[in-house]
């Protein structure tokens, strides 16, 4: 215990303080621009050890419980994560961009709430520790799973209208139905 308060005044400081601790990092960090959470900068790319989130479902179960985490940024008028409302390709990326925005804010709160232990004496100090890392790990998990997933997805929707050749494989499609018709086309 780095700060002394009187034990009452803990507690208080304590109830009052992880919460509100949760919720303005959870508001502020609603309000970022987007462009600050890059998918493939270093702190969210996919790693290649996380499978496209394969390893959270196999390690954590994610699928099974992530339905009953809340989304703080509905809370504050963001971007809702709950479920897919659509498979359109922007609207997948914009998902994948507030994932980074969701950790963010979990790794965040983590550190921020494991500071309420200096003034929580021991053994107390204890039950912050896990209650931060209970409160946001599930919720980095969850979120780093589904970031893999929607990459995952992205990825084949991008392939997949490139054709199964990749452009130059469609380029020598048309190129070739042209020449049969009699046409000339750029590429």
């Not at 494991?114 to 599930?138: D, H, K, Q, R």
Request: some cysteine.
């Amino acid at each position: 215990m780095w700060i002394e308060l009187p034990g009452p005044w803990i507690f208080v400081v304590n109830c009052i303080g992880i919460p509100f601790v949760h919720l303005l990092i959870s508001w502020w960090t609603a309000g970022l621009p987007a462009r600050r959470f890059c998918p493939s900068g270093f702190w969210f790319r996919s790693r290649g050890w996380e499978r496209t989130g394969k390893t959270y479902q196999r390690l954590f179960l994610a699928r099974r419980w992530k339905s009953i985490l809340p989304d703080g940024a509905t809370w504050f008028k963001g971007f809702a994560k709950g479920r897919l409302d659509s498979m359109d390709l922007p609207y997948l990326e914009r998902f994948v961009v507030e994932t980074c925005r969701g950790e963010f804010a979990h790794w965040l709160q983590l550190i921020a709430i494991f500071g309420f232990i200096a003034w929580t004496p021991w053994p107390f100090s204890w039950v912050i520790i896990v209650y931060s890392m209970l409160s946001n790990f599930p919720c980095i998990i969850n979120l780093r799973h589904t970031r893999g997933r929607l990459q995952n997805v992205i990825e084949k929707a991008t392939v997949k209208s490139r054709g199964a050749c990749g452009n130059g494989g469609m380029d020598r499609a048309m190129r070739a139905k042209s020449e049969k018709s009699g046409a000339s086309v750029e590429p």
